[in-house]
Nanobody, 115 residues
């Protein structure tokens, strides 16, 4: 499975960005797709995930500001990030999980929020 991310960049605090991640290279359904992030000097952390049934899970730090959605036909997941804060600055990694328990990661896309 290959994951190709797009949509990162530089934005001012309070602004918005939309990340996209397209999965290819598999005929298996992908159970879970989502996003993690890693800031300099910190561990990678969960941002949000969404199942094929569209159940979602969010980190407390992004609840109410970020939304996640997916297109199961296109195997694409989207992360809409609103009201961005400088502490959201990180490399954002797309994540996919397919049966039985194979996990895949994208190459990462930089999100920088200036104050």
């Amino acid at each position: 499975v290959q994951l190709v991310e797009s949509g990162g960049g530089l934005v001012q605090a309070g602004g918005s960005l939309r990340l996209s991640c397209a999965a290819s290279g598999t005929s298996f359904s992908i159970n879970v797709m989502g996003w993690y992030r890693q800031a300099p000097g910190k561990q990678r952390e969960l941002v949000a995930t969404i199942t094929s049934g569209r159940s979602t899970n969010f980190a407390d730090s992004v609840k109410g500001r970020f939304t996640i959605s997916r297109d199961n036909i296109k195997n694409t997941v989207y992360l809409q990030m609103n009201s961005l804060k400088p502490e959201d600055t990180a490399v954002y990694y797309c994540y996919a999980l397919r049966p039985p328990s194979y996990a895949y990661w994208g190459q990462g896309t930089q999100v920088t929020v200036s104050s």
